[in-house]
């Protein structure tokens, strides 16, 4: 969300304190990891973990100014952009396309088939249709930027909003620490539990947190896959774009959009520029055209700027907000989520992907 300067405060002024607040748990993170490689020989909690959980305990412990918010979002938002089309710099795309075009089948399959089971559990809940939709495309899509984007479409109320991405953001931190101890009892190895967070963990970043740790080559298939899961965002919003002609009465204007609580589709929400800059730059490595030591370089400046989105996600994560979440939603939620594990390893395994 672009927030504009407060008239006669320079965009910088405007957007310090949030980003020195990013600033300060990012580099708390990095000191932290650091202690623990010299404590322990290696990190414990690797910093970008170690970066979402400060950020959680800095904004559940206490009231943040509403100053903070600007820069915060910028990190979560448009850093993190930044640092995704970097990586490319540093990926072997054939070796990353190496499951070949059944894998992006599968993916389009796995993301109809997630949104169709967390709307039939939502409803089998008794969740309300927009909540039921909104729970369903944020599991099975990208969590709170699928939650965001479908919203004003179906004219969903403000509540149902808050409901969503509370539990939602907060059930995605915990996907992403618990995710890694899975890779040894279902046997997967380094490629197949890079697939396995690309399909499953919610948010682009938490997709980072949750596969980079286990391994450069998880990371980078994961994002690939994440990526790629993400474009369905576009033919989703579409579809219910098709699907809603007629908003909600209670839809809140002010807060979902233009149009009466609606928002028009447009190509730019099918097709983000962050995943063709990533995808560009991946090509221009595989071709030789950026060599091994500016892709080194590269990837170790997405690093540093992923780990102040890390922070920024978890400073945009309230623990106190589950206490406005009800069961059904929780039920719902949860539950979704273990389809989509469990949907993921049969792909891994019909596919054959090693």
Known sequence: MTHAAPAGRHPVAHLAPGLALVLGVGAAALGGAALEVRWFGQPVIEALVLAILLGMGV???????????????????????????????????????RAGPALAIGIVLLVVLGLAIGYGLGRLMGLPHPLAVLV??????????????????????????????????????????????????LGLSEYQYGVLAGLTVYAVPQVLAAAFPVGTLAGQVGTLVKLVRVLMLGPVVLFFTVTHRAPSPHADAHVMGARSGRRAFTLARAL??????????????????ITPALGGQLKTLSGWLTI???????????????????????????????????????????????
């Open 59 to 97: 904004r559940s412990s206490a009231r943040l100014p509403e100053s903070v918010t600007p820069g915060v979002d910028l990190a979560a938002k448009e850093v993190l952009e930044v640092a995704i089309v970097l990586l490319g710099a540093s990926v072997d795309l054939p070796l990353l396309l």
């Open 136 to 185: 369903a495309a944020g599991n099975a899509i990208c969590g709170n930027s699928a939650i965001a984007a479908v919203a004003p479409v179906i004219g969903a109320d403000r509540e149902h909003v808050a409901s969503a991405i509370a539990f939602t953001a907060i059930l995605g931190v915990l996907v992403v620490l618990g995710l890694p101890h899975l890779m040894g009892p």
């Open 272 to 289: 983000p520029w962050f995943i063709v800059g990533f995808l560009v730059l991946a090509a221009l490595r595989s071709a030789g055209a």
């Open 308 to 354: 102040l989105a890390m922070a920024a996600l978890g400073l945009g994560v309230d623990l106190r907000a589950l206490r406005k979440v009800g069961a059904p939603v929780v039920v719902t939620v949860s539950g979704s989520l273990l389809a989509l594990v469990a949907m993921g390893v049969g792909l891994i395994r019909v596919l054959g992907i090693r």
